[in-house]
C-alpha cells in the first residue's frame, strides 16, 4: 500500500443539469461558492465548465475568469482549469488569457472517440465524434509549453494512453502531465458507453499500458460513483489519485460535490493515504 498523498480532483459540474441535480453549480456565484466549499471538503483541483463553453476564446476566458478570480481571491493557491472551448470546432485559444492569471493547469485529451446516447432500440446513437488528430495533439501539448500549463489528460480509451506514452518515451511530455482514467459505466457521459469499464481488470490494463512511466494517474468512473466503486481502493493500493464529482457522478443519490469529496476522504483515511492539499498536489504533479 502506498503511504503518498492523495490528489482528490473534482469536476464540479460539466454537462449535467439541475433535473438531474440541483445541487450542480451553474452560475459565475455557483461555481465560485461550490468550488471553494469542495476545496475545504479536501479537493485539490478543481475542473468547471463555464455557460455556455463555446464562443470566441477572449469571451470564454472571461466567463471562467469570472469564477476563477473569485475562488483565487479566497484561495489564492486553488488548482483550477477549464475545459475545451467547443466554437464550431475545438479550441485552445482561451487557455493564454486565463494562464496570464494564474491558470496552471491545462487540458488535453489526446486521441478520438464516439460519444452518443442510446436510441429507442437501445443502440448507441448520433453522430458527434470528439476527435484530436495527432497534428492537434502535437499543437496542444506546444501550447502547454509555450505557456506553461501542465496539461490533465483525459484517457477515454486505451489508444489515447498509447499516445501519451509515445510523448514521454520521447522526452516530450510536457512538465506536470496528470493522466485520467476514465471507466465507463453502461450509460457512459449521455447513455452510451465507451473505453474500458470500471472494473479492477478495466483499471489493471490501463496500469498494465502504463508501465513505469512515471505519470501521475487518476481514477474516475464516468456515469457511475468512483468513491463507492472497487476501482477506487484499487486505485488508493497501487499509488494513483481520484477523480470524481457532479460532472461524471451517476449513482442513485443527489449529493454535493463537498459530499462526495468529503467520502473520498474518508475512503484515503481508511486506506492509510493523507489527502493532497492544493500545494501538495502541484508539487507531485511538478506542475510549471
Request: proline letters at 7%.
Amino acid at each position: 500500500m502506498s503511504a503518498s498523498p492523495v490528489i482528490i480532483e473534482a469536476a464540479i459540474n460539466g454537462g449535467t443539469t439541475k433535473a438531474t441535480n440541483p445541487n450542480v453549480p451553474k452560475s459565475v456565484e455557483e461555481i465560485a461558492v461550490d468550488a471553494l466549499a469542495t476545496l475545504d471538503a479536501g479537493a485539490a483541483i478543481i475542473h468547471a465548465h463555464c455557460d455556455p463553453i463555446g464562443g470566441p476564446d477572449a469571451e470564454v476566458a472571461e466567463r471562467y475568469l469570472a469564477s476563477f478570480r473569485l475562488i483565487w481571491e479566497a484561495r489564492p493557491d486553488a488548482l483550477l482549469y477549464p475545459t475545451v472551448n467547443i466554437d464550431g470546432g475545438l479550441s485552445f485559444g482561451h487557455l493564454a488569457p486565463m494562464a496570464a492569471e494564474g491558470l496552471r493547469i491545462g487540458l488535453l485529451d489526446p486521441g478520438s472517440v464516439n460519444l452518443g446516447r442510446r436510441d429507442d432500440d437501445g443502440l448507441p446513437a448520433g453522430a458527434f465524434v470528439y476527435a484530436n488528430s495527432f497534428d492537434r495533439i502535437k499543437e496542444v501539448f506546444a501550447l502547454h509549453d509555450e505557456l506553461g500549463l501542465g496539461p490533465s489528460l483525459a484517457i477515454y480509451e486505451p489508444g489515447f494512453l498509447y499516445t501519451t506514452l509515445e510523448y514521454w518515451k520521447a522526452g516530450r511530455l510536457p512538465a506536470g502531465t496528470m493522466v485520467k482514467f476514465y471507466l465507463s459505466t453502461e450509460r457512459g457521459l449521455s447513455g452510451a458507453p465507451f473505453g474500458l469499464p470500471p472494473t479492477r481488470a478495466g483499471l489493471e490494463a490501463y496500469l498494465d499500458l502504463l508501465g513505469d512511466a512515471p505519470i501521475p494517474w487518476a481514477v474516475s468512473v464516468v456515469g457511475g460513483d468512483v468513491g463507492r466503486s472497487d476501482v477506487a481502493q484499487l486505485a488508493l493500493e497501487r499509488g494513483g489519485h481520484l477523480h470524481l464529482g457532479l460532472e461524471f457522478y451517476g449513482g442513485d443519490r443527489q449529493p454535493t460535490n463537498a459530499e462526495l469529496v468529503g467520502e473520498a476522504v474518508a475512503l484515503c483515511e481508511r486506506a492509510g493515504r493523507p489527502v493532497a492539499t492544493c500545494a501538495d498536489a502541484a508539487g507531485i504533479l511538478g506542475l510549471p
